[in-house]
């Protein structure tokens, strides 16, 4: 006999127990296997609701938007801008591998559209172009995506191991400081700047020169 769709199993429990999955296992650890088992399904049920792996990542891009918080419509649309980004990337840090999940993806689901909407209202209304408006989006989440992947990976083996990020920043910072400064006079003299783990203040750098690029068209 036929399989049919269960009556329970929608698109959004299937999301939700993907969230755990990811929470519990990982990126890699995902799979329609794990979800289905999550659910308490065959996978073979889940293929009523979801093709494939990349559906439920479709899925999983909008559930993780699900806990933004859109920023207050307070100060000029360089604030709006700059407190969207901050509150993304706190967004992505909150939940394990969630900026490997959407780097990349453009979900069209509800929560996500929602979001977009709202960013573009403000864009256009600050008098950006549409075309303009537009990419400033794009350009908002590409580099708050990029950003949290890169803060998430490990700066070196020794940090892979299991070393602490201050740590192995620090003895990357003792191999420039003992770099010949005839061959790396750059390296030696900005060796702390490079190798200090303050992620916080690198993000609100790069934030802040990207607005500053974008007042620019206005």
């Not at 591998?97 to 959407?102: S, T, Y």
């Not at 350009?139 to 949290?148: M, R």
Request: charged share 25%; net charge negative; proline share 4%.
């Amino acid at each position: 006999m036929a399989q049919t769709p269960s009556r329970t199993l929608t698109r959004e429990c299937i999301a939700a127990a993907a969230l755990r999955v990811l929470e519990r296992e990982g990126l890699a650890g995902l799979s329609m296997r794990k979800v289905a088992a999550e659910v308490g399904a065959q996978a073979a049920s889940l293929y009523w609701h979801v093709r494939n792996k990349e559906e439920i990542l479709d899925l999983l891009g909008d559930a993780i938007i699900a806990d933004a918080e859109i920023p207050p419509r307070t100060g000029d649309w360089r604030e709006q801008y700059l407190e969207y980004g901050r509150r993304y990337r706190a967004l992505l840090l909150a939940k394990r591998d969630a900026a490997k999940v959407v780097a990349g993806r453009l979900s069209t689901g509800p929560r996500v559209l929602a979001v977009l909407e709202d960013q573009l209202d403000r864009l256009r209304g600050a008098g950006f172009t549409d075309a303009d408006a537009a990419m400033a989006s794009y350009l908002l989440s590409a580099y708050v995506q990029g950003f949290v992947l890169q803060e998430q990976s490990p700066l070196s083996a020794a940090e892979a191991a299991g070393a602490g990020r201050g740590q192995a920043a620090r003895a990357a910072g003792d191999v420039f400081r003992a770099l010949p400064a005839e061959d790396y006079p750059n390296l030696v003299a900005l060796a702390d700047d490079l190798t200090d783990p303050d992620m916080d203040t690198r993000f609100e750098f790069g934030l802040q020169r990207i607005a500053d690029g974008l007042a620019a068209l206005l």
